[in-house]
Protein backbone atom coordinates (compact mmCIF):
# COMPACT_ATOMS: atom_id res chain seq x y z
CA UNK A 1 0.00 0.00 0.00
CA UNK A 2 1.31 3.52 -1.33
CA UNK A 3 2.09 5.98 1.59
CA UNK A 4 2.09 9.86 1.27
CA UNK A 5 5.84 9.83 1.49
CA UNK A 6 6.13 7.63 -1.44
CA UNK A 7 4.46 9.83 -3.49
CA UNK A 8 6.59 12.81 -2.57
CA UNK A 9 9.38 11.03 -2.98
CA UNK A 10 8.41 10.23 -6.91
CA UNK A 11 7.23 13.59 -7.66
CA UNK A 12 9.75 15.88 -9.90
CA UNK A 13 9.88 18.66 -7.55
CA UNK A 14 8.87 18.73 -4.10
CA UNK A 15 9.75 22.56 -3.84
CA UNK A 16 7.30 23.97 -1.00
CA UNK A 17 5.63 26.84 -1.70
CA UNK A 18 5.44 28.96 1.64
CA UNK A 19 4.71 32.53 2.56
CA UNK A 20 4.15 34.62 6.00
CA UNK A 21 0.78 35.41 7.43
CA UNK A 22 2.02 39.07 7.32
CA UNK A 23 3.01 38.88 4.18
CA UNK A 24 1.56 41.01 1.09
CA UNK A 25 -1.28 39.32 -1.24
CA UNK A 26 0.64 40.25 -4.13
CA UNK A 27 3.14 37.75 -2.77
CA UNK A 28 1.34 35.41 -2.87
CA UNK A 29 0.20 36.12 -6.33
CA UNK A 30 3.93 36.02 -7.80
CA UNK A 31 4.30 32.47 -5.67
CA UNK A 32 1.39 31.25 -7.89
CA UNK A 33 2.54 32.54 -10.87
CA UNK A 34 6.07 32.05 -10.72
CA UNK A 35 5.94 28.02 -9.75
CA UNK A 36 2.21 27.57 -11.54
CA UNK A 37 0.45 26.55 -8.65
CA UNK A 38 -3.18 26.96 -7.45
CA UNK A 39 -2.36 26.92 -3.39
CA UNK A 40 0.22 28.43 -0.95
CA UNK A 41 0.46 27.07 2.23
CA UNK A 42 1.11 29.83 5.23
CA UNK A 43 3.91 29.27 8.00
CA UNK A 44 4.49 30.71 10.98
CA UNK A 45 7.42 33.04 10.73
CA UNK A 46 10.45 31.44 11.95
CA UNK A 47 9.29 27.91 12.85
CA UNK A 48 12.02 26.14 10.49
CA UNK A 49 12.59 22.75 11.96
CA UNK A 50 14.66 19.44 10.37
CA UNK A 51 12.62 16.27 11.41
CA UNK A 52 13.74 13.18 10.48
CA UNK A 53 16.62 14.62 7.68
CA UNK A 54 13.37 16.76 5.87
CA UNK A 55 14.04 20.59 6.07
CA UNK A 56 10.85 22.01 6.85
CA UNK A 57 9.93 25.62 6.48
CA UNK A 58 7.67 25.90 9.50
CA UNK A 59 4.55 24.82 11.27
CA UNK A 60 1.51 25.48 9.47
CA UNK A 61 -0.83 28.19 9.99
CA UNK A 62 -2.86 28.72 7.31
CA UNK A 63 -3.83 27.89 3.40
CA UNK A 64 -4.43 30.35 0.36
CA UNK A 65 -6.24 28.88 -2.76
CA UNK A 66 -6.15 30.46 -6.18
CA UNK A 67 -10.36 30.61 -5.46
CA UNK A 68 -9.57 32.18 -1.74
CA UNK A 69 -7.87 35.13 -3.88
CA UNK A 70 -10.32 35.19 -6.21
CA UNK A 71 -13.13 35.74 -3.95
CA UNK A 72 -11.15 38.34 -1.49
CA UNK A 73 -10.10 40.70 -4.63
CA UNK A 74 -13.45 43.50 -4.87
CA UNK A 75 -14.82 42.86 -8.26
CA UNK A 76 -17.28 45.45 -7.82
CA UNK A 77 -15.56 47.67 -10.56
CA UNK A 78 -16.55 45.14 -13.00
CA UNK A 79 -19.73 44.69 -12.62
CA UNK A 80 -22.22 44.89 -15.65
CA UNK A 81 -25.12 46.94 -13.89
CA UNK A 82 -22.91 50.39 -14.33
CA UNK A 83 -20.64 51.47 -17.59
CA UNK A 84 -16.71 49.93 -16.69
CA UNK A 85 -13.96 52.03 -16.16
CA UNK A 86 -11.30 52.60 -18.07
CA UNK A 87 -8.95 48.72 -17.89
CA UNK A 88 -6.08 51.26 -16.40
CA UNK A 89 -8.38 51.77 -13.42
CA UNK A 90 -9.30 48.23 -12.60
CA UNK A 91 -6.14 46.62 -12.62
CA UNK A 92 -4.24 49.56 -10.49
CA UNK A 93 -7.37 49.33 -8.48
CA UNK A 94 -6.65 45.06 -8.45
CA UNK A 95 -2.80 46.06 -7.57
CA UNK A 96 -3.60 48.17 -4.38
CA UNK A 97 -5.75 45.68 -3.21
CA UNK A 98 -3.05 42.84 -3.16
CA UNK A 99 -0.66 45.63 -2.46
CA UNK A 100 -2.24 46.77 0.80
CA UNK A 101 -3.74 43.63 1.93
CA UNK A 102 -1.85 41.40 4.01
CA UNK A 103 -2.17 37.37 4.32
CA UNK A 104 -3.76 37.02 7.52
CA UNK A 105 -7.41 38.68 5.72
CA UNK A 106 -8.06 36.15 3.41
CA UNK A 107 -5.87 33.13 4.79
CA UNK A 108 -8.21 30.05 5.17
CA UNK A 109 -6.71 28.41 9.05
CA UNK A 110 -8.66 25.04 9.01
CA UNK A 111 -6.15 23.46 7.38
CA UNK A 112 -6.86 19.46 6.34
CA UNK A 113 -3.05 17.90 6.27
CA UNK A 114 -2.17 14.63 6.37
CA UNK A 115 0.96 13.19 7.99
CA UNK A 116 3.85 11.35 5.11
CA UNK A 117 2.53 7.90 6.86
CA UNK A 118 -0.89 8.04 5.43
CA UNK A 119 -1.78 5.90 2.72
CA UNK A 120 -2.93 6.67 -0.61
CA UNK A 121 -6.27 5.47 -0.18
CA UNK A 122 -6.70 7.66 3.21
CA UNK A 123 -6.01 11.09 1.00
CA UNK A 124 -7.54 10.20 -1.97
CA UNK A 125 -11.01 9.84 0.32
CA UNK A 126 -10.10 12.62 2.00
CA UNK A 127 -9.72 14.93 -0.86
CA UNK A 128 -13.08 13.60 -2.46
CA UNK A 129 -15.06 13.92 0.62
CA UNK A 130 -13.95 17.47 1.19
CA UNK A 131 -13.93 18.46 -2.30
CA UNK A 132 -10.78 19.86 -2.11
CA UNK A 133 -7.48 19.83 -4.66
CA UNK A 134 -4.95 19.41 -2.76
CA UNK A 135 -3.60 18.54 0.67
CA UNK A 136 -0.17 19.68 2.35
CA UNK A 137 1.52 17.08 4.19
CA UNK A 138 3.05 17.59 7.80
CA UNK A 139 5.28 15.53 9.86
CA UNK A 140 3.75 12.77 11.83
CA UNK A 141 2.13 14.69 15.14
CA UNK A 142 3.27 18.01 14.06
CA UNK A 143 2.28 20.77 12.16
CA UNK A 144 5.04 20.92 10.42
CA UNK A 145 4.90 21.71 6.34
CA UNK A 146 6.53 18.83 4.46
CA UNK A 147 5.31 18.37 1.26
CA UNK A 148 1.62 18.59 -0.95
CA UNK A 149 0.04 16.25 -2.40
CA UNK A 150 -2.66 16.99 -5.34
CA UNK A 151 -5.46 15.58 -7.12
CA UNK A 152 -2.24 15.37 -10.34
CA UNK A 153 -0.19 13.20 -8.06
CA UNK A 154 -3.10 11.46 -7.18
CA UNK A 155 -3.85 10.58 -11.56
CA UNK A 156 -0.22 9.97 -11.87
CA UNK A 157 -0.42 7.32 -8.87
CA UNK A 158 -3.46 6.35 -10.77
CA UNK A 159 -1.95 5.95 -14.17
CA UNK A 160 1.08 4.08 -13.12
CA UNK A 161 -0.98 1.42 -11.57
CA UNK A 162 -3.31 1.38 -14.84
CA UNK A 163 0.04 1.04 -16.88
CA UNK A 164 1.50 -1.85 -14.38
CA UNK A 165 -2.12 -3.58 -14.57
CA UNK A 166 -1.53 -3.28 -18.49
CA UNK A 167 1.67 -4.75 -18.92
CA UNK A 168 0.86 -7.45 -16.76
CA UNK A 169 -2.51 -8.25 -18.57
CA UNK A 170 0.14 -8.05 -22.02
CA UNK A 171 2.51 -10.25 -20.43
CA UNK A 172 0.54 -13.13 -19.69
CA UNK A 173 -1.82 -13.44 -23.10
Known sequence: MKQIKDILALKKSNSLIVVYPDSKL????????????????????????????IKSPGRIVGMVSYRDLSLALNTSMLSKDVEAPPLDQVFGEFIK?????KVDQIMNTHVYCKDAEASAQEVIRTMKSLDINSIPVVAKDT???????TKSDMMDLLLDYITKEDSKVVGTA
Open 26 to 53: LEIVDRMMYNNVHHVVIVERDTEKEIDG
Open 143 to 149: KYFIGMV
Open 97 to 101: QLDEN
